[in-house]
Every structure is written in structure tokens, then in C-alpha cells.
């Protein structure tokens, strides 16, 4: 019997039931399908990285979600979690993106580990690897002094060290 093969296209959650949306196409016969995967015994304090990782092993829906990443189904379980905790869908995908200007002391442990997360992929898209065209090594980088006036903080430390 031939192995069924499908390519995912798009995903996203459905609030009430709670669901997984794939729209994926069939390679056999290149159709685009959907399929609502219903999020069983989840809750609002259920631990979204094992319940995705459960969902992606399901023997049901391992074969379409083949090719979706494991961080992209922690993200939708993570939006369904907030949902279900009384957050909004803006709070929750804004909770994805790293803000400058944010205190990041601020922020509970689990908020900081999805920020911390969001860093880390940012640093991995912006790295320049050695197999890079624009890879140079050891970079020397002269940066200039800005003269800026001394506080009286400053003064006062000077005699103590």
C-alpha cells in the first residue's frame, strides 16, 4: 500500500472546540484539503510543549503534521492556552514578539522563556555562518567615544577606587 503524502500549507487554532486547523494538500492528487484536529483534555494550566509534541505523534495526525514544525505547533497551543486563561488573540501573538524597550525583568518565567525563544531564532536568522558569501572572520570594529558629560555619581567614585 502506497504511503499516503501530504504537504502542509497553513495552520492556525479554532477557538470553540478548541482545534488545530491544517489546510494541507494531497500530493496524489493535488487537492487542498482542510482538516480540524480537535485539542483533547487541554487546559488552561495543561503544559503546551508536551501536549504538542502528544499531538504530533498522534498515530491519526502524524502523517499530516509531518512538516510542521514542533515551535509551530508549541506557538498554536500556546494561543489556545491564553484563550482559555481569558487573554485575547492580540495579547497572545503579541506575547511573540520582542519588544526593545520592554523590561524583560518584568516578566513572569514562562513570558520570559517565549521571549528568550523569539531572541534566539532572531540571533539564528541574522547569523553569518562560515559557509556564508559575506563571512569575514575576525572583525575589527573601531567605535568612536561619544563625549558625554560626567554625572556627579561619577566624581565621587573616582577617589574611593
Not at 494531497?26 to 483533547?40: A, F, G, S, W, Y
Request: hydrophobic share 30%.
Amino acid at each position: 500500500m502506497n504511503k499516503m503524502t501530504f504537504e502542509a500549507k497553513r495552520c492556525g487554532v479554532q477557538f470553540s472546540p478548541p482545534a488545530i486547523v491544517l489546510l494541507y494538500e494531497n500530493k496524489q492528487t493535488n487537492k487542498v484539503r482542510k482538516r480540524v484536529i480537535p485539542v483533547r483534555n487541554f487546559s488552561k494550566y495543561s503544559d503546551y510543549s508536551v501536549a504538542a509534541e502528544r499531538l504530533k505523534n498522534h498515530p491519526r495526525h502524524k502523517d499530516y503534521l509531518e512538516n510542521v514544525s514542533q515551535s509551530q505547533l508549541e506557538r498554536l497551543h500556546i494561543i489556545l492556552r491564553d484563550h482559555l486563561q481569558g487573554f485575547s488573540l492580540e495579547h497572545s501573538l503579541a506575547s511573540f514578539h520582542v519588544d526593545p524597550e520592554e523590561d524583560l525583568n518584568k516578566l513572569d518565567n514562562e513570558e520570559l522563556s517565549r521571549k528568550k525563544g523569539q531572541m534566539d531564532k532572531l540571533f539564528e536568522r541574522n547569523r553569518t555562518h562560515r559557509d556564508d558569501p559575506n563571512f569575514v572572520y575576525d572583525v575589527e570594529v573601531d567605535f568612536t567615544k561619544t563625549t558625554q558629560g560626567r554625572c556627579s555619581w561619577d566624581e565621587e567614585s573616582d577617589d574611593e577606587f
